[in-house]
């Protein structure tokens, strides 16, 4: 059996220290039973983690999406090192900005030149400057998460400390939805500079969303933006706008493209990225650290490989197929629902009875963790994992579908749960 003595020493410590005991929202002990799950890692290699009282896992978080090669992969390894022995930061530029901005250039479909910056949040709000600047036009327009910055965390319900002016400028739009974009950038026309969102949501794009999308908001003299902190570098190399063929004026990558150094970068056409040049202020100390380039590029060489995506789609189409099976089989399927492309599927929650969503998620964390699965609910691929850990994912997850039904039929947690429930620091609509 598990135990957790240390993760739960040192959640005590630092929950004293800093708030909600982590420095990312979704990394928070909250996510998951509070006492019987683990709050901190120790080390991690490929696709295993292990925490600090030295329980191994099968991690299908991925770091929330940045490792996309594997953890502490040798080969990035080195490539870091390598910097490592020359220096981190300069007072100039070093070499590899210039070999990794090329790279950019050519792999990114948008890219005709990129700046680098450090959180995906850094590189959505340079690209919302940017077609500002460009337009002349104040309004946005989104559809998705796009960080924490005041214009886009405005529109949302966690905007708390935005000044309501701010809030004001931007709007939401529903994804798949043409009517509503189309509504939307009517109603405020003449003053939408930008309409962002993140291109795969979900099960992904209807056919033909995309591109009409752009149509609409080119009529409309708008810029483009496609927000791939999550699907750049996971579904393809080029992101979603190589996979759909549709190329936006602004990309905004992060997450993934460093293997879990902290890199991003917003790419796209000249003409808006030259702006730069004549005065709008996209500026980072940290913006060129040598040895998250240096990683980028290992990992980008790695991710290069023939056969890499095919693999990472063939596993988490394995998992997504196997995934339905077990919600028909235990007859789940009112309150599971799967979703979401192959590299980046699973699952979301509903309440029955007089079980909430959070009740039939807290059942099912508490067995993947016995069970030494890693996972929220949507799941990550990176290239370590095989057949085997999808598997026993799938293994793990018939015990939990096993366990939700008991809960079900006898309408309570009485006897099942054994700690904390899941209790996410941002709870969605109650249904
Ligand atoms: C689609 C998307 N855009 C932007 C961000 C913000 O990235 P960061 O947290 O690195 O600032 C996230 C983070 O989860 C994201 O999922």
Request: with cysteine.
């Amino acid at each position: 059996m598990k135990t957790y003595t240390k993760s739960n020493e040192l959640l005590e410590r630092e929950l004293k220290v800093s708030p909600l005991a982590a420095q990312t929202f979704s990394k928070s002990y909250r996510y998951f039973c509070k006492g019987i799950s683990p709050a901190y890692i120790d080390h991690a290699k490929g696709c295993r983690v292990y925490d600090v009282d030295g329980n191994e896992f099968i991690d299908f978080i991925c770091a929330l999406g940045p490792i996309t090669v594997g953890y502490n992969d040798d080969r990035i390894n080195t490539a870091v090192k390598e910097q490592l022995d020359k220096g981190a930061s300069f007072s100039l530029q070093s070499p590899i900005e210039v070999e990794l901005a090329e790279k950019i250039c050519r792999i990114i479909p948008c890219a005709e030149m990129v700046r680098f910056v450090k959180n995906g949040g850094d590189a959505t709000t340079a690209a919302i400057r940017l077609a500002r600047a460009y337009t002349g036009k104040e309004m946005v327009l989104m559809s998705g998460y796009h960080g924490m910055h005041d214009w886009s965390i405005g529109a949302s319900n966690n905007n708390k400390g935005v000044p309501q002016a701010v809030c004001n400028l931007t709007k939401n739009f529903i994804y798949n939805d043409l009517t509503d974009i189309e509504e939307k950038l009517n109603t405020y026309k003449d003053k939408v500079a930008a309409v962002i969102l993140e291109p795969i949501q979900a099960d992904g794009p209807k056919e033909g969303y995309l591109q009409t999308l752009k149509d609409l908001v080119h009529k409309h003299n708008a810029i483009l933006i496609f927000d791939e902190v999550v699907s750049g570098f996971r579904y393809a190399l080029g992101g979603a706008s190589e996979l759909y063929k549709v190329t936006p004026d602004l990309a905004a990558f992060g997450k993934g493209m460093g293997n879990g150094y902290a890199i991003s970068a917003v790419a796209g056409k000249k003409e808006l990225m030259r702006q730069i040049e004549t005065g709008v202020f996209i500026s980072t100390t940290f913006g060129g650290d040598a040895l998250s380039m240096a990683a980028a590029l290992a990992t980008i060489k790695v991710l290069e490989q023939p056969g890499f995506y095919d693999s990472i789609w063939k596993l988490g189409n394995k998992m997504h197929t196997g995934l339905k099976q077990l919600a028909t089989k235990y007859g789940l399927e009112k309150v599971i629902t799967v979703s979401g492309l192959a590299p980046h599927c699973g699952l979301s929650f509903d309440g029955t009875g007089s079980l909430s969503y959070l009740d039939i998620h807290s059942v099912y964390s508490q067995v993947m963790i016995e069970n030494g699965i890693l996972v929220f609910a949507i799941c990550n691929l990176n290239g370590a994992h095989t057949e085997k850990e999808i598997d026993l994912y799938l293994d793990a997850t018939e015990k939990a579908f096993a366990l939700i039904k008991k809960a079900i039929e006898q309408d309570s947690l009485t006897g099942i749960l054994k700690g904390g429930k899941v209790d996410p620091v941002f709870k969605r609509n109650i249904r």
